[in-house]
C-alpha cells in the first residue's frame, strides 16, 4: 500500500497534467472554430467551380486537355496532408492505414506534415517532395504544391495522382480519404448530371477551349486548397476531443486516488489508535 505521501504527489501531478490537457483542449477549441468556417466557407465556390467546368466540358472536347488525359497506372504519386505534431488521437494512425494496400514499388510519395514524413521515413517508401504549410493556410501557399503535381503528370513521370487527407466531416468524425485527384475524374464534375446541362448559363469569353485550359489549373490548386482546410479542421477537432478526454480521465483519477488516499489516512489513524489503547492497557 503507498504511503500518503506518495498518494499526495500523485494527485498533485496529475492535477498539474489536467491543467495542461484543459488549457490544450481550449487552445484547439479555438483554432478547430476558425479552421471549420475556413472549410466550410470554400464549399459553395467549390460548388460553382464544378458546375463552370461541367457546362465548359460540354462545350468542347476535353479529351485532348494534358490534366484530363487518362493512360494506363504504371507509376503513381501519392500526396499526403497529415498533421505537424500529435496528441490528436487516431487521426494520424487511421490516415495512413489507408496506405496498406498501396503498392510501394508502383508509388512515390510528397507529403505536407511532419508525421506523414516520419511515416513515410519508416516504412521506407520513396519520398520524392515535403511542402511545409503553416498552421493558418493560405490558397498562395497550395499553388506550388499543385504545380508540383501537375508538372509531374504532365510530364509523364507518373501516370496518376492521389490524394490522402482526413476529411472533416464533423467535430467528432474525421474520415480518411484517399482521392483520385488526376486526370480529372469525369464523374467528379457530374458530367451526365442535370448540372451538365446548364451550359447555357455560361457566356466564355475569348473563348471555351483557352477558358478550359486557364480553369483546369486553378481547379486543381482549389481541390488541394479544400482538402488542406480539411486537414487543418480534422487535426483541431481531434486534438480538442482528445484532450478534453485525457482532462476527464485526469479528473476521475485524482477522484480516484483522493478516494485511496482517504482510506489510508483512516487506516493509519485507526492504527494509531489500536496502538495507544494498547499502550494504555499494558501500562494500567
Same mark, same amino acid.
Given at each position: 500500500?503507498?504511503?500518503?505521501?506518495?498518494?499526495?504527489?500523485?494527485?498533485?501531478?496529475?492535477? !498539474?497534467?489536467?491543467?495542461?490537457?484543459?488549457?490544450?483542449?481550449?487552445?484547439? &477549441? &479555438?483554432?478547430?472554430?476558425?479552421?471549420?468556417? &475556413?472549410?466550410?466557407? @470554400?464549399?459553395?465556390?467549390?460548388?460553382?467551380?464544378? +458546375?463552370?467546368?461541367?457546362?465548359?466540358?460540354?462545350?468542347?472536347?476535353?479529351?485532348?486537355?494534358?490534366?484530363?488525359?487518362?493512360?494506363?497506372?504504371?507509376?503513381?504519386?501519392?500526396?499526403?496532408?497529415?498533421?505537424?505534431?500529435?496528441?490528436?488521437?487516431?487521426? !494520424? $494512425?487511421?490516415? %495512413?492505414?489507408?496506405?496498406?494496400?498501396?503498392?510501394?514499388?508502383?508509388?512515390?510519395?510528397?507529403?505536407?506534415?511532419?508525421?506523414?514524413?516520419?511515416?513515410?521515413?519508416?516504412? +521506407?517508401?520513396?519520398?520524392?517532395?515535403?511542402?511545409?504549410?503553416? *498552421?493558418?493556410?493560405? /490558397?498562395?501557399?497550395?499553388?506550388?504544391?499543385?504545380? /508540383?503535381?501537375? *508538372?509531374?503528370?504532365?510530364? @509523364?513521370?507518373?501516370?496518376?495522382?492521389?490524394?490522402?487527407?482526413?476529411? /472533416?466531416? !464533423? =467535430?467528432? $468524425?474525421?474520415?480518411?480519404?484517399?482521392?483520385?485527384?488526376?486526370?480529372?475524374?469525369?464523374?467528379?464534375?457530374?458530367?451526365?448530371?442535370?448540372?451538365?446541362?446548364?451550359? @447555357?448559363?455560361?457566356?466564355?469569353?475569348?473563348?471555351?477551349? =483557352?477558358?478550359? *485550359?486557364?480553369?483546369?489549373?486553378?481547379? #486543381?490548386? %482549389?481541390?488541394?486548397?479544400?482538402?488542406?482546410?480539411? =486537414? +487543418?479542421?480534422?487535426?483541431?477537432?481531434?486534438?480538442?476531443?482528445?484532450?478534453?478526454?485525457?482532462?476527464? !480521465?485526469?479528473?476521475?483519477?485524482?477522484? *480516484?486516488?483522493?478516494?485511496?488516499?482517504?482510506?489510508?489516512?483512516?487506516?493509519?489513524? $485507526?492504527?494509531?489508535?489500536?496502538?495507544?489503547?494498547?499502550?494504555?492497557?499494558? #501500562? @494500567?
Amino acid at each position: 500500500m503507498h504511503s500518503t505521501l506518495d498518494i499526495r504527489r500523485r494527485i498533485k501531478s496529475v492535477k !498539474n497534467t489536467a491543467q495542461i490537457t484543459k488549457a490544450m483542449q481550449m487552445v484547439a &477549441a &479555438a483554432k478547430m472554430r476558425k479552421a471549420q468556417a &475556413a472549410a466550410i466557407a @470554400g464549399r459553395p465556390y467549390q460548388e460553382m467551380l464544378s +458546375r463552370v467546368l461541367a457546362a465548359l466540358k460540354s462545350r468542347v472536347d476535353p479529351s485532348g486537355h494534358q490534366l484530363l488525359a487518362v493512360r494506363p497506372v504504371n507509376k503513381e504519386l501519392i500526396l499526403i496532408f497529415s498533421t505537424d505534431k500529435g496528441l490528436c488521437g487516431p487521426l !494520424n $494512425t487511421n490516415l %495512413f492505414r489507408e496506405l496498406a494496400g498501396v503498392d510501394p514499388a508502383q508509388s512515390e510519395f510528397a507529403v505536407s506534415g511532419r508525421k506523414a514524413v516520419q511515416y513515410i521515413t519508416r516504412t +521506407r517508401r520513396t519520398l520524392t517532395a515535403d511542402f511545409v504549410l503553416r *498552421d493558418t493556410i493560405h /490558397f498562395s501557399e497550395v499553388r506550388p504544391i499543385a504545380r /508540383f503535381v501537375s *508538372d509531374k503528370f504532365i510530364s @509523364g513521370e507518373v501516370d496518376q495522382v492521389r490524394v490522402l487527407y482526413p476529411k /472533416f466531416v !464533423n =467535430t467528432l $468524425t474525421q474520415q480518411p480519404v484517399l482521392r483520385k485527384l488526376l486526370p480529372i475524374p469525369a464523374e467528379e464534375l457530374d458530367l451526365e448530371g442535370p448540372r451538365a446541362q446548364t451550359g @447555357g448559363e455560361y457566356l466564355f469569353e475569348p473563348d471555351e477551349q =483557352t477558358v478550359l *485550359d486557364s480553369i483546369l489549373p486553378h481547379y #486543381v490548386a %482549389f481541390q488541394l486548397f479544400q482538402m488542406a482546410l480539411n =486537414t +487543418r479542421a480534422s487535426e483541431h477537432s481531434a486534438r480538442m476531443v482528445a484532450m478534453k478526454n485525457a482532462t476527464d !480521465n485526469a479528473k476521475q483519477l485524482v477522484s *480516484d486516488l483522493t478516494l485511496e488516499y482517504n482510506k489510508v489516512r483512516q487506516a493509519n489513524i $485507526t492504527t494509531e489508535i489500536l496502538e495507544i489503547s494498547t499502550a494504555q492497557l499494558a #501500562v @494500567g
